[in-house]
């Protein structure tokens, strides 16, 4: 299945003044993929001070950038593979691209070396690693050769020489624009988010949907009626919907035919309910038995920082809901432990985002106490506060005080939740490191919120 030329703007790479922009874990996979697949390339390498050494060590020989990125820069290059992290809309990047310089990237490398492969890509503000996850695991049990990958935690390239029946691919809203040809797009939910990459949130709505220009068979959430809307003009499929696979009586429910009790579904919440539906439908629309492949969800093991029960200690239930990085999840994260006591911990990297939408629906769903911390957290309390709420809040500063006033307020035997509503970058690097975190503060080992299965070909 690989082997397709190295392209980038209908061109070969080779021959061409290459820059590899960025340098985690997708950069290091493009500059491998280069010098298997095109030895006789030298690109140049830009990434930050603090990684210069482990370039050289990575790539010796290759010229070794840092410091002010300039359009100047940047325009020298006749192509440039950037990393998902990078903002597509810096203004020295669109300036080089003004000048002629083609920006390409891994996913889109990747897709231009697989133009036969059969690629389930799925999207979503939330919900889209879980529903990746499902799908894959569902492929699996009926013995299709998938490959799960992607924003999940494995970059495409690093699987460049595998062959397999089926491709999972989850994408962020960094990502889609980047996608091949597929034969099926998959988009789970559309919330407000990464304004700060995206500029805007119609660039955000924008970049998000683009995937499913490139797909053959689209697949939306039957609630949404902003995508239903967006996409009226074309076919698609629904799941959540009593036509197709749903949710109905403690069930889920293929039509009329009740398939798997909830009860038996190893993940808390009506959301995480419906995105297995959006993994089954997603399943039959690729051709394959659904129907027979649904007991295997009750195998399923979740990923981590999605609702992830980490266990009892000094008395009290800890769940670290760490991916959560909108309001609208930390109201999904409340609404699938109703009738349990629970403190929830909200607040992060502050991105500007709306917190009316949860305070108005916080109200209602009564948390035992609410503690706010990190960059935003000032915003919320005061938000919170403003609005009359009547419960308990505590406003702190770190995650470490949101814990320890969690532990002294909350009553024995109440779920303390992680489920911030807001990016880590005020404290952690990413959102798995502040859940990893968060675990040892709860008295866990920081390895028992950190493996996700099933990545890769299985």
């Given at each position: 299945?690989?082997?397709?030329?190295?392209?980038?703007?209908?061109?070969?790479?080779?021959?061409?003044?290459?820059?590899?922009?960025?340098?985690?874990?997708?950069?290091?996979?493009?500059?491998?993929?280069?010098?298997?697949?095109?030895?006789?390339?030298?690109?140049?390498?830009?990434?930050?001070?603090?990684?210069?050494?482990?370039?050289?060590?990575?790539?010796?020989?290759?010229?070794?950038?840092?410091?002010?990125?300039?359009?100047?820069?940047?325009?020298?290059?006749?192509?440039?593979?950037?990393?998902?992290?990078?903002?597509?809309?810096?203004?020295?990047?669109?300036?080089?691209?003004?000048?002629?310089?083609?920006?390409?990237?891994?996913?889109?490398?990747?897709?231009?070396?697989?133009?036969?492969?059969?690629?389930?890509?799925?999207?979503?503000?939330?919900?889209?690693?879980?529903?990746?996850?499902?799908?894959?695991?569902?492929?699996?049990?009926?013995?299709?050769?998938?490959?799960?990958?992607?924003?999940?935690?494995?970059?495409?390239?690093?699987?460049?020489?595998?062959?397999?029946?089926?491709?999972?691919?989850?994408?962020?809203?960094?990502?889609?624009?980047?996608?091949?040809?597929?034969?099926?797009?998959?988009?789970?939910?559309?919330?407000?988010?990464?304004?700060?990459?995206?500029?805007?949130?119609?660039?955000?709505?924008?970049?998000?949907?683009?995937?499913?220009?490139?797909?053959?068979?689209?697949?939306?959430?039957?609630?949404?009626?902003?995508?239903?809307?967006?996409?009226?003009?074309?076919?698609?499929?629904?799941?959540?919907?009593?036509?197709g696979w749903h949710i109905r009586d403690g069930a889920?429910?293929?039509?009329?035919?009740?398939?798997?009790?909830?009860?038996?579904?190893?993940?808390?919440?009506?959301?995480?309910?419906?995105?297995?539906?959006?993994?089954?439908?997603?399943?039959?629309?690729?051709?394959?038995?659904?129907?027979?492949?649904?007991?295997?969800?009750?195998?399923?093991?979740?990923?981590?920082?999605?609702?992830?029960?980490?266990?009892?200690?000094?008395?009290?239930?800890?769940?670290?809901?760490?991916?959560?990085?909108?309001?609208?999840?930390?109201?999904?994260?409340?609404?699938?432990?109703?009738?349990q006591p629970v403190s929830v911990i909200v607040g992060?990297?502050?991105?500007?985002?709306?917190?009316?939408?949860?305070?108005?629906?916080?109200?209602?769903?009564?948390?035992?106490?609410?503690?706010?911390?990190?960059?935003?957290?000032?915003?919320?309390?005061?938000?919170?506060?403003?609005?009359?709420?009547?419960?308990?809040?505590?406003s702190v500063d770190t995650l470490d005080q949101a814990?320890?006033?969690?532990?002294?307020?909350?009553?024995?035997?109440?779920?303390?939740?992680?489920?911030?509503?807001?990016?880590?970058?005020?404290?952690?690097?990413?959102?798995?490191?502040?859940?990893?975190?968060?675990?040892?503060?709860?008295?866990?080992?920081?390895?028992?919120?950190?493996?996700?299965?099933?990545?890769?070909?299985?």
């Amino acid at each position: 299945m690989a082997g397709g030329v190295l392209t980038a703007g209908g061109r070969p790479l080779t021959g061409r003044r290459v820059l590899v922009w960025g340098f985690g874990r997708e950069g290091r996979a493009v500059l491998d993929l280069l010098r298997r697949q095109a030895p006789t390339l030298q690109p140049a390498v830009l990434c930050s001070e603090s990684e210069v050494v482990a370039v050289q060590a990575f790539a010796p020989g290759l010229e070794v950038l840092s410091g002010a990125v300039t359009a100047d820069l940047l325009a020298s290059y006749e192509v440039i593979i950037k990393s998902p992290g990078i903002s597509a809309y810096i203004p020295a990047l669109l300036e080089a691209q003004r000048r002629g310089s083609v920006l390409t990237s891994g996913t889109a490398l990747w897709f231009g070396r697989h133009p036969e492969a059969r690629v389930v890509a799925v999207t979503g503000t939330k919900g889209k690693s879980t529903t990746s996850a499902m799908l894959a695991h569902l492929a699996r049990a009926l013995g299709v050769a998938t490959v799960l990958a992607g924003n999940i935690g494995l970059p495409l390239l690093e699987l460049d020489d595998l062959e397999a029946e089926l491709w999972v691919l989850e994408l962020s809203s960094f990502q889609t624009r980047e996608a091949g040809p597929l034969e099926l797009a998959v988009i789970v939910s559309l919330y407000e988010e990464h304004l700060d990459w995206h500029g805007s949130r119609q660039r955000y709505v924008d970049d998000k949907l683009a995937l499913a220009d490139q797909a053959r068979q689209l697949l939306l959430p039957a609630s949404s009626a902003v995508l239903q809307q967006r996409f009226s003009g074309r076919a698609v499929t629904s799941f959540g919907q009593s036509e197709g696979w749903h949710i109905r009586d403690g069930a889920i429910w293929r039509s009329g035919q009740p398939v798997l009790e909830l009860a038996l579904l190893p993940l808390q919440g009506l959301h995480n309910a419906l995105n297995a539906c959006a993994a089954l439908t997603a399943l039959e629309m690729m051709g394959y038995d659904a129907v027979a492949a649904a007991p295997a969800l009750a195998d399923f093991h979740p990923l981590p920082h999605r609702l992830q029960r980490l266990g009892r200690s000094d008395g009290f239930d800890w769940i670290n809901d760490s991916i959560c990085t909108t309001p609208e999840a930390t109201l999904a994260a409340l609404q699938s432990l109703q009738g349990q006591p629970v403190s929830v911990i909200v607040g992060g990297y502050d991105r500007g985002l709306d917190w009316s939408h949860f305070v108005i629906e916080v109200m209602g769903l009564a948390p035992e106490l609410i503690v706010t911390q990190g960059a935003n957290g000032p915003r919320i309390a005061a938000a919170l506060r403003e609005a009359g709420y009547p419960g308990p809040l505590s406003s702190v500063d770190t995650l470490d005080q949101a814990v320890a006033a969690a532990r002294r307020l909350s009553r024995p035997g109440t779920c303390i939740l992680l489920s911030p509503g807001a990016p880590s970058f005020d404290q952690f690097v990413d959102y798995a490191a502040r859940g990893r975190h968060f675990a040892q503060l709860a008295g866990f080992t920081a390895k028992s919120a950190s493996l996700i299965e099933g990545l890769g070909l299985s």
